[in-house]
């Protein structure tokens, strides 16, 4: 899969590309030439400001000459001063002002092959006026809620033992019926007690209620298709068209002509979270950019920051319109510059890599490197494929299949997500879940996160040949995202005969599958409340009627949202399901050997990874039939059984746990049963 995005060409499915381009004198000499170029290591590229000095610097080697302009507002009219900056070390060019013109915008503006470029804010900007076309001239340190130094996020020992949901900024508040004031904007997070018509908890008292502990937000830099000038008449779009990458989306803030409240009201949003004990996982789209040539990489230094085809026409493994080449010095610095710099401004806990495969593994491994040295608990993972070939050679990509040679990053695990709920780009197939046979060895190469176990017969993998992760902290297991049906309009197309409450117990047991498997679980906002996009598989700029919350859901479908809070406390309170090394995986998951289709059986053992369990019993019945199974005789306390689940045990109709002694049982259809044992 990937994120679709304003560009010349829009893409409708990911591919795994094993295809390198051969080399071409064209692409030999243009690479050499961009080798050439000098490398510059300071960290004072755009503006700096020193005291009462504002200091500019810009990178672009191949510039004949270069002008900063200063503006009064962030669009129109003409420059209050125009300075030609003066050429300085390895590519750079500098100049300063006295006082600081506070309040002022700016734009530089380069020659090249003697003719003057569009004027941009340069790549380094960090604040921008509305529509982002002008760098703004502000102080960034007071642009800060109340308490801001002492904020952090939780602790985080393993990737793994984070829950992970995927939410967009305006899907998840915008509704009339969630009971937020500031819908679609970063502070709807910041609301406390907001309620549905029907009294349900949305915002964050509906996060908090549900467990999850980490928030992955769409992307909430400055991207390029919203008019921030006219928010009445707003359009609506997923932000993978990337503009500005250091500066937050203006849209999501309640004044975008002010350059300080998008930056002030983001940092509250992240603040209040944190309060909440959720962490923040920013959604960040490095490999392209919305536009080729007049892009601010373009307007910086024309060409180095691409890859190109051999005719000299921009290389497109983005699938839309261009891909970066990240394995060019200063645009990988750019990457890992760019990552640190809101890991230290704005507090994020992790960050999300759209189609990382485009970029080379030494580039994503200075990424993770870097973030760990300033927060232990920030963990990196993306997606482990492109959209098209590329130039960069396979061995060299941040392929799914390269991630063990990337210390602390994960890929999403695509084998989970297709055997489960039938393949991503056939609406109408079915998974395991659904009633399709065959797929069972490779669920269970979800169930061990894609590590190599003795009783995983790899050769039978759908989309995996070979135990590609070193580490279950390697894998991220989901069914569902943002991109192509989300899996309540995948269960309506693909089991268009099936009633409601069918489609339900198909999505419970789907999710029972990832949540207790190894590797983190990743879901998608709103379907623990049964959320559709009405059929809809590429939302990316489809209007709030199709993408946003309903938040009545949550009344009408409690019980599957008491579902998912149960499944996700499951989790969290039990360490078998967070193994962290592979060889703990192959130790104490031993799978039965299999009886029937569609069926699933297997034990945790050695209280796991220091579970207070000693054993824990757990089979998935994807058939469209009940299916008999033998439990080893003792005492076993039930925790999930025939679409229901309590992490402390299921009780009884007098209130007492509910217990079993093992022996031939019956595994209703579509459904998991998870034990544990008690003696």
Sequence with gaps: MTDLCVGSVMASAALV?????????????????????????GDDLGITIIGETAKFRMWSPSAQ??????????????????????????????????????????????????????????????AVGVNGHRGAIIDISSATPEGWAGDHGPSLKNINDAVIYEMHHRDFSVHPNSGIVNKGKFIALSESGTSSPSGEATGIGHLKELGVTHVHILPSYDFNSIDESQLPSNGYNWGYDPQNYNVPEGSYSTNPADPATRIKEMKQMIQ??????????????????????????????PGYFYRHRPDGTYSDASGCGNETASDRRMMGDFIVNSVKYWAKEYHIDGFRFDLMAIHDIETMNRV??????????????????????????VELRALKENVAKMNGIAVFSDDIRDAVKGHYS??????????KPGLEETVKIGIVASTAHPQVDYSKGANSKFPYASSPQQVINYVSCHDDLCLTDKLAKSMPEASMEERQRAARLAQT??????????????????????????????????????????????????????????????????????????????????????????????????????????VFNGADNDAETNIPKGDWMVIAYDGEINHNGLKTDAGAVRTIKGGKTIVPHRSALILAKIR
């Design 426 to 435: 056939d609406a109408a197939d079915r998974g395991f879940a659904t009633g």
């Design 368 to 393: 993770a490197k870097e973030l760990k040295a300033i927060n232990p608990d920030i963990f990196v993972y993306g997606e482990g494929w492109t959209a098209g070939d590329s130039p960069l050679p």
């Design 272 to 301: 209040d979270l944190h309060k909440a004990g959720i962490g923040v996982v920013m959604d960040v789209v490095y490999n392209h950019t919305a536009q080729n040539d007049d892009s601010n990489f373009s307007l910086t230094a």
């Design 513 to 618: 599958i990832v949540f207790t498997s190894q590797g983190t679980p990743f879901m998608f906002a709103g379907e623990e409340v049964f959320r559709d996009k009405k059929g809809v598989h590429n939302s990316y700029k489809s209007p709030d009627s199709i993408n946003a919350i309903d938040w009545n859901l949550k009344h009408v479908n409690r019980r599957q949202f008491d579902y998912y809070k149960e499944l996700i406390a499951l989790r969290k309170s039990h360490p078998a399901f967070r193994m962290s090394t592979a060889a703990d995986i192959a130790r104490n998951i031993r799978f039965d050997k299999p009886t029937d289709a569609n069926l699933i059986s297997y034990s945790i053992l050695n209280n796991a990874n220091g579970d207070e369990w000693k054993e824990i019993k757990l």
């Design 17 to 41: 590309s094993h295809a390198a381009v051969p080399a071409s004198p064209t692409v030999i000499s243009v690479n050499s030439a961009y080798s050439q170029y000098p490398v510059y290591m």
């Design 65 to 126: 000459a270069v002008k900063l302009k200063i503006y009064a507002n962030a669009r129109g009219g003409v420059p209050e001063t125009v300075v030609e900056m003066e050429k300085s070390e390895n590519g750079t060019w500098k100049t300063a002002i006295t006082p600081v013109p506070y309040g002022k915008y700016y734009t530089f503006q380069v020659k090249d092959n003697g003719k003057w470029l569009a004027e941009t804010p340069g790549i380094w900007a960090k």
